[in-house]
């Protein structure tokens, strides 16, 4: 319906033919509708299809609240995000109603009172889905009057008394009535915090100070949390715990396709990053989080590879603008330059204190061999090594410009077979010959059939 179509008050809704669900039955009958329909139910994520997608399903079709449990960096946050797009578009509350209650079946004191002096007259509004998902990081310093509620001094000045349930000042979690409410970092809220959870998990209402205020609400509660934090920072305590109906583990992309769509997918990219050198970077992120010298309880974060890939992307924009180029086209050389702003972003054992630029360098070698192995095997790179056979150099570097390194390779016997396997056709511009040019020199070195030397940011290959 238009705006204009949707009814304006009680009894045009219920003639209407509008029915109260739960937020829980909502989201049960849209993600079933999906299902049939073949509709991605949880857009954007990738790599869980085959194993921790089918058990959020499982757990929303059961109306369970949840806890995402994982590492960081594992798309935690965006899987919880995506739950309120499973909500109906538009959704109908009383007018004025600090925790939106539903018209038909309003459950706190003002919209009782409103019901019964108004009747079919009760005032309706409407709210998108976007509006009815709400998160909130959990601190340390996050108060039981920040989540559940506490008195409005405000509202005891102008007069109400202290025993008015009226005076009460709704909290995040009422707030998010009749939607879905996210907790990032559970383990990180104070536990006496908490145990104020304890009556909206298992109960659904809460308690205010001194009240006797029975308020049922109506939300899905999702939760995120590391494992580290439980011996760490925090945990979640244990009745806490028990009340969730359902804890996923979540994990990083087991396959280099899905890393590599995570990357193009999440990255905002300033220049053109050829599909082989994400694979490069994709392959670096899995090597990080294989290595022994790297602490794998703190994990290697989806966003370390996203941010190198927009690094790498800015460098060959720098490249460019002082080269004068046309497009600006990331290649193998911008790869190393933005290592050492990815330190920081990586944890490493104890024991490889002073080393930790070595092992990156070494780690990406060694992914850069991969890919090229992945992406070249097989063909035939004779055109390439028979020209450095007789002598020759090229040389490149991160200010070279394509125009300069295309002009010292020329016409090369494969050239157009590499392009091909690289995912270029024959409207490859000089850029991306020139980002092929420079993989497939790399690749060569890295497999030990081309000499290279660096010397003052310039390389040298054949030297």
Same mark, same amino acid.
């Given at each position: 319906m238009t705006q204009t179509e949707r009814p304006g008050t009680l009894g045009e809704l219920v003639a209407s033919g509008y029915t109260h669900r739960s937020v829980k039955a909502e989201i049960r009958d849209n993600l079933l509708d999906r299902l049939r329909s073949g509709e991605p139910a949880f857009p954007g994520i990738v790599g869980f299809d085959d194993t921790v997608l089918p058990e959020l399903e499982s757990a929303l079709l059961a109306g369970h609240d949840l806890v995402l449990l994982g590492e960081r960096g594992q798309g935690k946050t965006r899987l919880m995000r995506t739950l309120g797009q499973l909500l109906d578009e538009w959704s109908p509350a009383v007018a004025g109603c600090e925790i939106h209650d539903d018209p038909t079946t309003p459950v706190c004191t003002r919209c009782l009172r409103?019901?019964?002096? !108004?009747?079919?007259?009760? $005032?309706?509004?409407?709210?998108?889905?976007?509006?009815?998902?709400?998160?909130?990081?959990?601190?340390?310093?996050t108060s039981v009057g920040d989540l559940v509620g506490d008195v409005d001094p405000v509202k005891v000045a102008q007069g109400r008394t202290l025993g008015d349930p009226e005076t009460v000042h709704y909290g995040l979690v009422p707030r998010a009535n009749r939607g879905v409410?996210?907790?990032?970092?559970? $383990?990180?809220?104070?536990?006496?915090?908490?145990?104020?959870?304890?009556?909206?998990?298992?109960?659904?209402?809460?308690?205010?100070?001194?009240?006797?205020?029975? !308020?049922?609400?109506?939300?899905?509660?999702?939760?995120?949390?590391? $494992?580290?934090?439980?011996?760490?920072?925090?945990?979640?305590?244990?009745?806490?715990?028990?009340?969730?109906?359902?804890?996923?583990?979540?994990?990083?992309?087991?396959?280099?396709?899905?890393?590599?769509? !995570?990357?193009?997918?999440?990255?905002?990219?300033?220049?053109?990053? $050829?599909?082989?050198?994400?694979?490069?970077?994709?392959r670096f992120t899995r090597g990080l989080r294989e290595s022994s010298a790297?602490?794998?309880?703190?994990?290697?974060?989806?966003?370390f590879s996203i941010a190198a890939a927009e690094s790498v992307s800015a460098s060959a924009l720098r490249r460019a603008a002082r080269a004068g180029e046309a497009e600006a086209v990331a290649r193998i050389c911008d790869v190393p330059t933005v290592v050492p702003t990815l330190l920081g972003k990586v944890e490493f054992e104890m024991g490889e204190e002073g080393r930790e630029r070595d092992v990156l360098d070494h780690l990406l070698r060694l992914a850069t061999a991969e890919t090229f192995r992945a992406r070249l095997a097989g063909l035939d790179l004779s055109g390439f090594t028979e020209r450095f056979a007789e002598g020759d150099v090229v040389e490149t570097g991160e200010l070279v410009p394509a125009s300069d390194l295309l002009a010292q390779i020329g016409a090369t016997p494969g050239l157009s077979k590499v392009l091909d396997r690289l995912g270029h056709g024959d409207d490859a511009g000089p850029g991306q010959v020139a980002a092929a040019v420079e993989f497939v020199l790399e690749g060569l070195h890295l497999t030990r059939r081309l000499d290279k030397d660096t010397v003052a940011g310039r390389t040298v290959y054949g030297a």
């Open positions: 409103l019901k019964a002096d !108004l009747g079919d007259e009760l $005032p309706v509004v409407w709210r998108h889905r976007s509006e009815r998902y709400t998160e909130k990081l959990a601190t340390p310093d409410f996210g907790l990032n970092e559970l $383990p990180d809220l104070a536990e006496r915090i908490q145990v104020a959870m304890f009556n909206v998990l298992e109960e659904r209402d809460i308690q205010i100070r001194g009240y006797s205020l029975r !308020l049922p609400l109506d939300v899905l509660l999702v939760a995120t949390a590391n $494992p580290e934090d439980y011996t760490n920072r925090g945990r979640i305590i244990t009745p806490l715990k028990d009340r969730f109906g359902a804890e996923i583990r979540t994990h990083y992309q087991e396959e280099v396709s899905d890393e590599v769509r !995570l990357i193009q997918q999440e990255a905002e990219t300033v220049a053109d990053v $050829p599909e082989h050198l994400v694979e490069v970077l994709a790297v602490d794998q309880r703190s994990g290697v974060s989806a966003r």
